[in-house]
């Protein structure tokens, strides 16, 4: 087994203006890394030198603190559109969550949520899952489809069968590296044709992809199973 140890560290940037609320953040970071998962290195500064950072691909914005709600957001997706968003906003805001996370953003927390909650939020967001309240799931499929019935004509796009079997593991909510060990082959693999099922799709994050794949022919019988429809509303995200 491969330890923390040895895997190379991830860094998470912060986004906080209050230092009360950064120092907050930071000391999430004090708590140990899981057995097999790569230590997490809280990195702090102001928006324009965090983003000018190439090698940073995570962000934790806190809404709360930092000023320009979710125009913040925006900016940063044009700024640097691969980077991973987790935002902290304020509770009982669905339309901002659902508004977050369109925008790109691969995780909302409450601003009740507490340290062990926000760490846990960060580690899924990092093996590629999305997390966000589960009250929200059909305003936000509602929301993602009505995009995917404009772009989606009834053939849909043609996949190769290698393609087909990793969108199939996506809807089962599985991370890129449990694809890899699952297919037998390796995680930069996976995150190949994950970026090539997104732009033939026309999807810009991982669950507009999984909203839009169960349109297409290929995967419509994914999990119909002895699970039936339960099992297919398993979509790749992480839902509390």
């Known amino acids: ?14 986004v906080a203006d209050e230092p009360i609320r950064l120092a907050g953040l930071s000391s999430i970071f004090e708590q140990p890394s899981g057995a097999g998962k790569p230590p997490l290195i809280p990195i702090s500064g102001t928006l324009e030198e965090l983003l000018a950072q190439s090698t940073l691909e995570y962000l934790v914005v806190d809404l709360s603190s930092a000023s320009g709600g979710l125009e913040i957001l925006n900016s940063i997706c044009l700024a640097r559109p691969n980077i991973r968003l987790i935002v902290i906003g304020p509770e009982g805001k669905d339309e901002l969550v659902m ?3 369109i925008a790109g953003a691969r995780g909302y927390l409450e601003l009740t949520a507490g340290p062990e909650m926000v760490r846990r939020a960060i580690d899924e967001v990092t093996v590629g899952s ?3 309240p589960r ?6 499929v509602d929301r993602l489809l009505k995009v995917s019935d404009t772009s989606l004509n009834n053939t849909g796009p043609r996949l ?3 393609e087909s079997q990793v969108l199939e593991h996506i809807l089962m909510a599985r991370s ?5 060990r699952q ?3 390796e995680e930069r693999t996976v995150k190949a044709h994950v970026g090539r099922l997104m732009r033939k799709t026309g999807s810009d994050n991982r669950i507009e ?5 169960l349109h297409l022919p290929q995967v419509s019988q994914v999990n119909a199973g002895p699970g039936g429809k339960e099992e297919q509303s398993r979509y790749a995200v992480t839902l509390k």
């Open 1 to 14: 087994m491969v330890s923390a140890r040895n895997l190379a560290p991830i860094r998470i940037g912060l």
């Open 99 to 101: 508004e977050s996370i």
């Open 130 to 132: 999305i997390w966000a």
């Open 135 to 140: 009250r929200l799931l059909s305003k936000l």
């Open 160 to 162: 190769t069968a290698r």
């Open 176 to 180: 890129n590296r449990e694809i890899a």
């Open 183 to 185: 297919l037998g082959i």
């Open 209 to 213: 992809l999984s909203m839009r794949a």
